[in-house]
């Protein structure tokens, strides 16, 4: 079946370190990848994807490669800011599937 | 409104009650998700519709659970005799189309439901 597992939160970082957020998945056939972010107060919203092996979605800063041989995803940012504060969702859609499977959020709080 | 709207934002409801949660979709969204999301769980598919087709269901957790929507718009999520394991945030999302080529679900702010 689809499932994700993503790091486990919270995850406390001062400003200007380097992020990562791990998530591994495990997939039927050939699933596309994704990384959400829920501001606070916010909806969850899309931040990147790859819809297959060796891509890398990018944005804000953020990016993640689609590791098949690893069946990983994982977040990285370089220098993190406080406006970067929210929860990570991890997701993939697997072939075929009508709706997106999530990891369970990672919560990233950026400290000046 | 620019956005996926749901209501209510909060509520409070004793076991055995009935609750029904509302989503407007963004104009021109032809596809609607139900998801749940426990303390501390990720999101759980609860059910899809897409335009007029027979909505796929197979998150529904039991039959207590229902949902309807109006042609392409306002959905109605229905959990009847409400237990206190259905506490949860409810998510409403809404995309383009039937597939998810681009993965771009526009999510709600959530219906946080507390069953005493």
């Known amino acids: 079946g689809n499932s994700v597992t993503q790091m486990e939160g919270p995850v406390t970082l001062s400003e200007e370190a380097f992020l990562t957020i791990n998530c591994t998945y495990t997939?039927?056939?050939?699933?596309?990848l994704f990384w959400y972010v829920q501001y606070p107060g916010e909806g969850l919203q899309l931040l990147l994807k790859?819809?297959?092996?060796?891509d890398k979605g990018s944005n804000k800063g953020f990016e993640a490669t689609y590791r098949k041989e690893t069946t990983s995803f994982h977040l990285e940012k370089g220098s993190v800011q406080v406006s970067d504060s929210a929860v990570y969702f991890c997701?993939?859609?697997?072939?075929?599937?009508?709706?997106?499977?999530f990891g369970t959020g990672t919560r990233l709080t950026v400290i000046p | 409104g620019a956005g996926v709207s749901q209501s209510p934002s909060n509520k409070v409801t004793e076991k055995g009650k009935d609750v029904e949660l509302r989503c407007d979709p963004i104009?021109?969204?032809?596809?609607l998700y139900w998801y749940r999301q426990r303390l501390g769980q990720g999101l759980e598919f609860l059910i899809y519709?897409?335009?007029?087709?027979?909505?796929?269901k197979s998150g529904l957790p039991s039959d207590r659970f229902s949902a309807e929507r109006t042609g392409e718009s306002v959905s109605t999520l229905t959990i009847q005799r409400t237990q206190q394991e259905d506490s949860a945030v409810y998510l409403c999302?809404?995309?383009?189309?039937?597939?998810?080529?681009?993965?771009?679900?526009?999510f709600g702010e959530g219906s946080r439901l507390t069953v005493l």
């Open positions: 997701a993939l859609r697997g072939g075929g599937a009508n709706n997106l499977f």
């Open positions: 104009s021109g969204h032809t596809a």
């Open positions: 790859a819809t297959k092996a060796d």
């Open positions: 999302a809404s995309s383009l189309g039937g597939g998810l080529s681009t993965g771009e679900l526009f």
């Open positions: 997939a039927t056939g050939y699933p596309s």
């Open positions: 519709f897409q335009g007029n087709s027979a909505p796929d």
